[in-house]
């Protein structure tokens, strides 16, 4: 899809929160005022410089950040094993997963929660689907002491255990969906009839760069921290910007973290890593932009895995974060404006760059990140030595052992 | 068409008594039949449901009705088929299609109005999408003469309504809980209050639903308003019955038309 080149990738969404023809605020009426009301408020936040430094008191203290970059001084070895000669890009990582709760979605959960407190909001909830957004926000509640109901599909309840008790050590009460196919979608639905019921008293905590309008936005602005660290980290070690950068994407949010602060450099590439599950010429997979078509779902228009008839289909991928159908709505954009490009890996190629990134470097990832690791292996054999790639470790792996253990036969 | 359209519905508004709107799934259980009980037990404006993977303004009972549907294999052209044939067996009742965005805006939503207008359908009422996004598939309707029927809320305070108004017709649906379908029912008090406020603001019509099932329930309504909706008792009827269940919706709309026609209206 060719349209006109934008002078700045970086001024979405418009006045309406549409990124192009997507995004956009599709919800029931009863919600509207609600968000606008959250529009209002989330404008004045941005012009509150008190907001602004909570927000990053918290971020240094409680979260830990900024995170660390790192160079994988092995990974790109082992990576030049095999390439062509003189091929073989250096690989670096932005640290996320050392966060507290071992993920990005702290960033934007501790950003939400101050929205929550300004609007007056005395109750929290949130969809989970493996359980790391639910954590993030289990935790935000504890540490402002305010009530947290999680959504989270029954299915995901059952293969999620150590996250379900997570969330309950935290204080949250743990609702399992047991509507449709019991999974991430499922939770949301049940998430927004909540919001529908409670719109008094109650704010939703969306974990990814999607739903209505201002949520993609806002999202992405708390998740953006992730790439101006990056930048300016790079700048100071290296002394020039990285010529790729690498995340994995199922609603999007640490992809657009990284990805935001550099989209108008135009020397940088990006790679989106959507979940290919078992290949994307079947059904099976999480693949919105790669195998989906563009259409409306839980507040925004953007690609959705669908039928014909707009019947929305369950995706699957080895990584519970990137089983959803839709994508956030500004990737919708960045695809058909080609300022991302957008692949995909399958399960077992996830489950390789796991173990290879496992051995080489003493790091567990999430499966999550292990999709971009895997899109990396590949990029960096075509790239010459002294190009730099980036990706972001947006998790850490301690809630997919048993996953992995499984998929590898092995009794735990 | 577009004005008989409009015609059908607004002279159903016009009898000079409350109207009674039943809702039921399309491809639940025998629609025909069920739709030609409603009907027979005197509903005066049938509000199909399009059935939705993801029916996000919908409780327990309407959500179970969308699965069945679409667990017997129900596509969009079966809805439009559907309603086709009602329209061919019933020529003067009015048809309004209810459902979610994503249906409705798939194949576009030209092509939407399009086969709207030649299966008979007199309106469409889209839960999610708002009049910011009309232009999802307000114009569309419109050019083809169908009514884009709009929802006003306990949330939708006077600063908004004309917004919620601007480009609506046929009816405007009150629903009078902020929640979902089929559960907890509104004070009667306040619903008369918010119906008299939208009636203030407009000559639309103002119906209300969500949360009514009984026909006590529905007859004080309808002492205020122009318009009673019932849904999830109705759908829960065809959950429970199967294809006995013709028998049981006539009864239940006939109680339920019964109440709301002969509702005292305070002059």
Redesign the interface.
Known sequence: MNQTTPNSFRTMPDE?GHFGDYG???????????VLDLEREYRAAQADPAFQAQFDDLLEHYVGRPSPLYFAERLTEALRVGSPEGRGAQVWFKRDELNHTGAHKINNCIGQILLAMRMGKTRIIAETGAGQHGVATATVCARFGLPCVIYMGATDVARQQPNVFRMKLLGAEVIPVT??AATL??AM?EG??DW?????DTFYIIGTAAGPHPYPELVRDFQSVIGKEARAQMLARIGRLPDLLVAAIGGGSNALGLFHPFLDDPEVKMLGVEAAGYGLDGDQHAASLLGGFP?????N?TY?L?N??????EGHSISAGLDYPGIGPEHAWLKDMGRVEYTAITDQEALDAFQLLCRTEGIIPALEPSHAIAAVAKRAKEMDRDRIILANLCGRGDKDIFTVAEHLGVQM | MGTRAMTRLSSSFAKGRPTFVAFITAGDGDTAANLDALVEGGADVIELGMPFTDPMADGPAIQAANLRSLGAGTTTADVFAIAAAFRQRHPQVPLVLMGYANPMVRRGPEWFAAECARAGVDGVICVDIPPEEDDALGPALRAEGIAPIRLATPTTDARRLPKVLEGSSGFLYYVSVAGITGLQQAATASIAEAVARLKAATDLPVAVGFGVRTPEQAAAIAAHADGVVVGSALVELVGKHGSHAPAHLRELTAALAQAVHGAHQPA
Do not use: F, W
Not at chain 1, 196 to 200: E, F, I, K, R, T
């Open positions: 309406r956009g605020r599709y919800v029931a009426e009863t919600l509207m005022p609600l509507s449709g979608k499922d639905n927004l009839r529908v019921a409670n719109v008094h259409g409306v779902l839980h507040g228009r959705l669908q014909e008839d707009g019947q929305i289909t």
